[in-house]
T-cell receptor
């Protein structure tokens, strides 16, 4: 069964304390992996798409990487405004396309 | 300008009722989606519409029916509401360049449905 697991469930950081969020997956027919940010009471907001192992993408303090089994979202010198839930989703293809989301990592950055 | 909008934001109703949630996007996208986010924050795709045609229909009860009057609107109608339908429902849209499912999705603010 296709599965997407994110860890940790929750992460508390001090402002400036770099860390990484993990998204591991056991799927067949991976076509892409997405990272989204979700603020409380709002819909997810797109961050990155990664299509193949070894690919990396950066945006401000965020950097996403992809291997054959997992993806990392690295946060460098985070600020309080980076506090949010970060969701990853994998796009798989067997008989049809399926988009499977993980349950997210709740990040809290304290000033 | 709101890109993807949903109404209502909150919906509280009794079991057995029929209700609808409306979604509109002004991005000119051809593909729209409905998602359900449960209390554990899992986001699960329910439907996808491309140019008013259903292209994904995940295993949701047939009490749920998407209705698309035009490509800018995708409404979700729910019959005979049950307690387990309580969740936050998100509408989203994406460009149809290449294959829509590969493209980033723009989400609405969500509708919190509570069934009593």
């Amino acid at each position: 069964e296709d599965q997407v697991t994110q860890s940790p469930e929750a992460l508390r950081l001090q402002e400036g304390e770099s860390s990484s969020l993990n998204c591991s997956y056991t799927v067949s027919g991976l076509r892409g992996l997405f990272w989204y940010r979700q603020d409380p009471g709002k819909g997810p907001e797109f961050l990155f798409t990664l299509y193949s192992a070894g690919e990396e993408k950066e945006k401000e303090r965020l950097k996403a990487t992809l291997t054959k089994k997992e993806s990392f979202l690295h946060i460098t010198a985070p600020k309080p405004e980076d506090s949010a839930t970060y969701l990853c989703a994998v796009l798989v293809m067997d008989s049809s396309y399926k988009l499977i989301f993980g349950s997210g990592t709740r990040l809290l950055v304290r000033p | 300008d709101t890109a993807v909008s949903q109404t209502p934001k909150y919906l509280v109703t009794q079991m057995g009722n029929d209700k609808s949630i409306k979604c509109e996007q002004n991005l000119g996208h051809d593909t729209m989606y409905w998602y359900k986010q449960d209390s554990k924050k899992f986001l699960k795709i329910m439907f996808s519409y491309n140019n008013k045609e259903l292209i994904i229909n995940e295993t949701v009860p047939n009490r749920f029916s998407p209705k698309s009057p035009d490509k800018a609107h995708l409404n979700l109608h729910i019959n005979s509401l049950e307690l387990g339908d309580s969740a936050v429902y998100f509408c989203a849209s994406s460009q149809d360049e290449g294959l829509a499912v590969y493209n980033e999705q723009f989400f609405g603010p969500g509708t919190r449905l509570t069934v009593l």
